[in-house]
């Protein structure tokens, strides 16, 4: 009787640690759930401005290409304003050439050539009028054009120092994951997951953090550069009971740890950082092996110079 009383203790008591357990399962996967809602709208928002900055880039150079053959259509134009007023100059000399040959003659006839006479000068002036204005119109826009063109040279020459210092500060870094380059107007800092994290990790590791420190200096001398962290994996689905919901929870993480190091910087604001999660949706190679898969694992940082000169002329 003794042993079956004990029994049955043991049994309740492995009953309310069970239950202990369940809750504080059911409460930890409610925490991760709302942490991954808040990081998914995260990525969205990240996504929409990146795809407006890409929309603004596109304008840019529509407006600029419209402005080119503005220029050139207004330049044909001067040109036949041009001939037309050298006809029109040849046929008031033939008229005032008649006109006095004529000074002689019926006043009736003398009367409608002086008609003639008047409208032609009159059609002369106002086409004079016209090529002064066309003339000024295009002086215009060819000085508009030259001050955008200077500006659209000058944050090429912008971008390309800044990339020059980018792989200046992190050229120690070189062959261990690392790639430097121009796209669309930003500089790239492509970083392979073997130089930033374990397999599997949010943590940056020592080599990685001595890479992100050399970047944020060059970052800290700046305060106009806009700075977006875009984290990617391959399409390796996570482990059943990984610490991480999926591939879009994991690039997201990543990215905001890369965040943290760079905002340790105190010149490095947080106002100029995005961090975006892009998961495995954005790869740079099909994932059809392992070296492919390794070039997907990487985290992009995108470095924007300021445009604002550029959008006040277009304005």
């Known amino acids: 009787m003794r042993i079956v009383c004990l029994a049955l203790g043991l049994m309740f008591l492995c009953s309310c640690v069970s239950s202990r357990q369940f809750k504080e399962l059911e409460a930890k996967k409610e925490d991760q759930q709302r942490r991954a809602d808040s990081l998914q709208t995260m990525a969205q928002n990240c996504g929409a401005d990146l795809a407006d900055a890409r929309q603004q880039n596109g304008q840019l150079s529509k407006q600029l290409n419209q402005l080119l053959a503005d220029t050139t259509q207004q330049g044909l134009a ?20 008649n006109y006095s040959k004529l000074l002689a003659g019926r006043e009736s006839e003398t009367s409608a050539l002086m008609a003639e006479l008047r409208s032609t000068r009159e059609r002369l002036q106002n086409r004079e009028d016209s090529l002064n204005s066309l003339a000024t119109t295009l002086e215009r826009k060819a000085a508009q054009m030259e001050e955008l063109q200077a500006i659209l040279d000058q944050k090429d020459k912008d971008v390309e120092q800044l990339r020059q210092r980018v792989a200046a500060a992190l050229k120690g870094f070189e062959g261990s994951g690392l790639s430097i380059d121009i796209r669309q107007g930003k500089v790239y800092v492509s970083m392979d997951e073997k130089l930033l994290f374990a397999s599997g990790s949010t943590e940056v590791g020592s080599q990685g953090k001595d890479a992100l420190q050399k970047l944020a200096d060059v970052l800290s001398k700046d305060s106009t550069i806009q700075v977006m962290i875009e984290g990617h994996t391959d399409n390796v689905p996570l482990r059943s ?26 010149g490095v604001a947080p106002d ?19 070296d492919n898969k390794a070039k997907n694992r990487r985290t992009e940082i995108i470095l924007t110079p300021k445009l604002d000169a550029l959008f006040e002329i277009l304005e």
């Open 272 to 290: 100029r950082l995005i961090a975006a999660g892009r998961g495995e949706f954005v790869p740079v190679a099909p994932n059809d092996s392992p």
């Open 78 to 97: 001067f040109r036949q304003n041009q001939h037309r007023l050298l006809d029109a100059r040849k046929q008031n000399s033939l008229l005032e050439e």
């Open 241 to 266: 009971g990984a610490r991480f919901a999926d591939n879009w929870d994991l690039s997201v993480l990543r990215a905001t740890s890369i965040v943290r190091l760079l905002t340790a910087n105190p």
